[in-house]
């Protein structure tokens, strides 16, 4: 089957059951423990910095536009449903959240892109758009490769917080899809092709961020262009936003 998901939309439970046509809510089970098979297709729920319903955390993250996910605990490889999982003839639909509640944010079709035999396993997403326009994921964004270690044990990249799909949708939704600096639309300037494309941009500079850091795509992330970005990232720490006000004001 080949489900009309929109990537970057939201959806509940409910949503997705309507959707793939199950005229009965299915009661707890699988659907709500991570991972599901759906006829010959599988649904992957997954929670991005916060611990999932059995309260585990095994910090799944975004690396670029990766995802870096852990399937249940004693998942070994020789199980059906993980080769099931790795299959690349197998379909599956990835949804994610940042917060304990309902909805989910839909990322895409994931294809395993490569795994580990860790406990429990460990799958890296790749996503395979099909004929989808995908809103939310992006090629670009600051090439900067600053990693930050956290605690000791997580190392980040500086634009992890980026490029954290859900996160996004929440700062877009909030600011709109125009650059907080210099307020250019790609909309208004390119028409259809720019519809919806926007950067974000993390205020907080690595250094700030303790252990427990919760982030906070109102407070947190700001859209902007793809031309303040890289101004903004010119120097380390990067610009603040007032600042490259300041100096397009001082410059004009
Ligand atoms: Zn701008
Ligand atoms: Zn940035």
């Not at 046509?21 to 929670?47: A, S």
């Not at 909805?103 to 799958?123: N, R």
Request: aromatic fraction near 14%.
């Amino acid at each position: 089957m080949s489900y009309k998901f929109v990537c970057g939309k939201s959806y509940t439970r409910k949503d997705i059951f309507r959707i793939i046509g199950l005229l009965e809510e299915p009661k707890g089970g699988n659907w709500y423990t991570g991972y599901t098979r759906h006829e010959r297709d599988y649904f992957i729920f997954c929670n991005i910095g916060i611990p999932g319903r059995t309260g585990h955390d095994y910090n799944n993250h975004f690396i670029g536009d990766n995802l870096i996910w852990f399937a249940k605990s004693d998942t070994k490889i020789y199980q059906p449903e993980i080769q099931n999982l790795i299959n690349p003839k197998v379909k599956k639909y990835i949804f994610i959240r940042s917060s304990n509640t309902e909805p989910f944010t839909y990322v895409g079709l994931g294809q395993a892109k490569s795994f580990e035999e860790t406990s429990p396993f460990k799958i890296i997403w790749k996503f395979i758009d099909e004929d989808e326009v995908n809103p939310i994921r992006f090629p670009e964004e600051v090439t900067e490769t600053q990693t930050y270690i956290e605690g000791s044990t997580k190392q980040i990249t500086v634009n992890v917080y980026e490029r954290n799909p859900d996160a996004r949708q929440k700062c877009i939704k909030h600011y709109g899809v125009i650059c907080h600096v210099c307020e250019f639309s790609f909309e208004r300037v390119y028409g259809v092709i720019g519809e919806d494309y926007i950067h974000v941009h993390h205020l907080k500079p690595l250094s700030e961020i303790g252990k427990e850091y919760e982030l906070d795509p109102i407070k947190d992330l700001r859209p902007v262009c793809a031309n303040c970005h890289a101004m903004l990232h010119r120097k380390r720490p990067a610009y603040t936003i007032d600042e490259l006000k300041s100096i397009i004001r001082n410059n004009a």
